[in-house]
């Protein structure tokens, strides 16, 4: 790579950036800002270091593909062990969410691989196939793409962005390629770098200031163009906690005016589709029913496949959940997807990805039919085991008038099948009311309210039952999820309305956990009944109530809706499920967006800079180290030549060394005569001199170098002194290889010290 393509690079590699920017009328938050970033400015930097180490096009591809490789091992969780999964989960989202879409990693990595493509091809039209306005094409490509799927909001800033980068490209590439072809327009050194920085500079505060000023006025200038939050994982990962309670949930899903499909299921037969399954009963808050699994011990990765004795194949679409819970029948041994974390204890599913939102994936879970025979009674008395005690534990304040209510029901019956069973007749006599608009209080009384009034929905049944199962020696957790929905076409549409909380109660060991025993009364209107298969349907429903108020001012007659109910759990019931609670999830928090961009513009201004800096400092290492006094005073010499260059004094390339130490002096200052006089003469002893040089005198020759660079850059200002460290061009220079006192080899240049070569003219 030429020193006057630096320029053009940084050019090309802003174009690239520009679809950065793009992308924020697609995506809905700033997760996707680094690593795109990085996938469009280091195939630049990646192909200008082959191409000045002269390797070839197809090593630059090369090389540019294992950087991609390397930048989605670190930017993408798992993306070794599976890349598919991520590749489809992402354009499973492309393909179904709306505009503006999640950035998920899989969503995230699709368009990285799009914009690594773009600017690989770019810089190859650009560097290898001398382009101008053809190496715009492929990030033009990508615009007119994202112009025709984004949103309208900010499309001018990403073509005033576009249009402003790519006329600066132009401008220099086009000064490159006239001068490539001899066609002079302008001077050979296209900028003068530090002078270019220094305008830029100045230039982008007058910018900022200016917009600061005037944001605020503008339409829209009080809402930021981009999320700003944090570019980390939120919600993804190995680890999920919940701020909204499960049970919760289904009371808002319940209470939605119109029905909406979440999901659709393509089963044989019916069931319930548990997202969730709690175990833990605090009596705080009104009765909270949470689940916290930490440790490899209650979380795993992945099912065990075991055979199903009654298997029943799922093929679940997810078109309205926003949730990480993946919907399933009870109990699932085999999942279609890898990205999943289970609870061992209830094979609750977790994907990994940010939410399953948009995915497709196939279950298979061993469900028996619910209706249990004459048999089941005398199967189900088995000691409950230790794993499983935990299941009946209820807390010291739980109210006393519950326990004795559950043991006053279950009197003389003898197996837990039957007293499971009378707990359900209990609810299910005629005379509790479901009814979803009843509202409870957040008190330890909650399930005493309910059972007095006797009115209340699912939630209210679900935790009921479970606590008065566990009061009674029964293992019992409360499942959160979905009745069957309706059946269409051979699948079933699964609403809002079928939002749906039942207690899972433990059997013995050849029932095991069941959910056959759900005693919330089925509806035929109201939404979140229980609709258990072969259950008869329902034939009247409560008529939601309406509360009629007279002004005492007016006189007039007002309807008004029934109060917002607040289900038997409180706010902070919520769910962890963490395989590893000793490390910190990786999505907390996350470095903002705008924060990358400043860092990888740095990266992208100082890193050719440490470059450069780095191999003139290697390079005038490996000269003075070398074992070779001849060699090494051949170095001090080269180094003298490098130094004078940058410093930007030239020679007449046939002169000779002693008189390049006679002429430069005239223009860079006496001081340098004698150190210049002293290296052109020991470089004049070893290149045509017989005697072998004295080891010692290498150290002497070398500290004439360090007073020729001291007085050198004395005749020049800061920015001079700067500029000379910063030039790459003598880096380009072949290193002389000598031979032996006396002796030049073929390869070593000039006399005078590896001038620039000679260009070819016409009589050539």
Not at 213 to 230: M, Q, R
Request: glycine share 8%.
């Amino acid at each position: 790579m030429e020193p006057r393509q630096l320029p053009v690079v940084v050019a090309l590699g802003a174009v690239s950036a520009t679809l950065v920017v793009a992308f924020g009328r697609v995506f809905a938050t700033g997760d996707y800002v680094l690593p795109l970033l990085l996938a469009a400015l280091l195939p630049h930097a990646i192909c200008a270091l082959t191409r000045w180490r002269g390797l070839s096009s197809a090593a630059s591809i090369g090389a540019s593909t294992a950087g991609l490789l390397v930048l989605l091992i670190v930017t993408v969780p798992d993306v070794i062990t599976d890349l598919g999964g991520r590749l489809s989960g992402g354009w499973r989202v492309i393909t179904v969410d709306e505009v503006p879409i999640r950035a998920t990693h899989g969503a995230v990595l699709l368009a990285a691989i799009v914009v690594w493509i773009a600017a690989v091809a770019a810089d190859e039209l650009a560097f290898r196939r001398q382009a101008s306005l053809g190496a715009l094409a492929p990030g033009l490509m990508v615009l007119i793409w994202i112009a025709a799927l984004g949103l309208d909001d900010g499309q001018w800033v990403v073509v005033a962005a576009f249009g402003a980068c790519a006329s600066v490209f132009l401008g220099f590439q086009h000064q490159v390629l006239l001068e490539h072809r001899r066609t002079r327009l302008g001077p050979r050194r296209v900028v003068d770098a530090p002078r270019f920085l220094a305008a830029g500079a100045v230039t982008a505060v007058v910018a900022i200031g200016l917009g600061v000023a005037a944001a605020p006025v503008l339409p829209g200038g009080d809402k930021p163009l981009f999320e700003t939050s944090g570019s980390g994982r939120e919600n993804s990962g190995d680890s999920y906690r919940t701020s909204v309670p499960p049970l919760l949930d289904v009371g808002d899903k319940l209470r939605l005016g119109d029905e909406q499909v979440l999901f659709s299921v393509e089963a044989e037969r019916e069931d319930y589709w548990r997202i969730v399954a709690l175990d833990k009963y605090r009596s705080v808050g009104g009765g909270q029913w949470t689940l916290t699994a930490e440790g490899d011990e209650r979380v795993a990765e992945g099912l065990d496949e075991s055979d199903a004795e009654f298997p029943l194949e799922q093929h679940f679409r997810i078109r309205g959940l926003s949730e990480r819970w993946m919907p399933a029948a009870f109990e699932p041994v085999e999942v279609s997807t890898s990205d999943v974390l289970v609870v061992r204890s209830s094979s609750t599913l977790v994907t990994l990805e940010d939410s399953v939102f948009g995915m497709r994936y196939t279950v298979i879970s061993n469900a028996p039919t619910l209706a249990l025979d004459d048999s089941a009674a005398a199967r189900s008395d088995d000691p409950v085991p230790d794993e499983l005690r935990e299941f009946t534990d209820l807390p010291g304040d739980f109210p006393a008038s519950v326990i004795e209510q559950a043991e006053l029901i279950t009197a003389g019956l003898a197996t837990p099948y039957e007293r499971a069973l009378a707990l359900r007749e209990f609810f299910r006599d005629g005379s509790f009311t479901y009814d979803p608009s009843v509202e409870f209080g957040d008190d330890e009384a909650a399930i005493v309210s309910f059972l007095e009034s006797k009115n209340g929905y699912c939630v209210q049944f679900a935790s009921a039952y479970a606590t008065m199962a566990r009061a009674i020696g029964i293992p019992a957790r409360v499942a959160v999820g979905f009745t069957p929905g309706t059946l269409e076409d051979g699948v079933y549409k699964v609403t809002n309305h079928d939002a749906h909380a039942w207690p899972e109660v433990w059997l013995g060991e050849s029932i095991g956990w069941t959910h056959a025993f759900d005693p919330t009364p089925p509806s035929a209107s109201a939404p979140g009944g229980s609709d258990l298969p072969g259950e008869p349907e329902a034939t009247t429903a409560p008529v939601t109530p309406t509360t009629t108020v007279t002004s005492p001012t007016t006189g007039s007659t007002t309807v008004t809706s029934p109060p917002s109910t607040t289900p038997v759990t409180g706010t902070d019931g919520g769910v962890t499920v963490d395989p590893d609670p000793n490390t910190t999830d990786e999505g907390a928090g996350g470095v903002p967006w705008f924060a990358a961009v400043v860092l990888a513009v740095l990266v992208l201004i100082l890193g050719p800079i440490a470059i450069v800096l780095g191999l003139k400092a290697s390079r005038r290492s490996r000269r003075r180290r070398h074992a070779d006094p001849a060699v090494a005073i051949t170095g001090a010499w080269a180094e003298a030549v490098d130094d004078l260059t940058d410093h930007r004094h030239a020679w007449a390339p046939s002169s000779t060394p002693l008189e390049v130490a006679r002429q430069v002096p005239v223009r860079a200052g006496d001081t340098t005569a004698e150190p210049l006089r002293a290296l052109a003469d020991a470089y004049g002893a070893v290149r045509y001199g017989a005697a072998q040089p004295d080891p010692d005198e290498v150290d002497d020759v070398w500290d004439h170098v360090d007073t020729l660079h001291r007085e050198l850059g004395r005749s020049l200002g800061f920015v001079g002194r700067l500029r000379a460290r910063m030039d790459p061009s003598t880096l380009r220079r072949r290193e002389p290889v000598s031979s032996g006192v006396g002796r030049a080899s073929p390869q070593e240049p000039d006399p005078a010290g590896w001038s620039k070569p000679r260009k070819p003219s016409t009589n050539d």
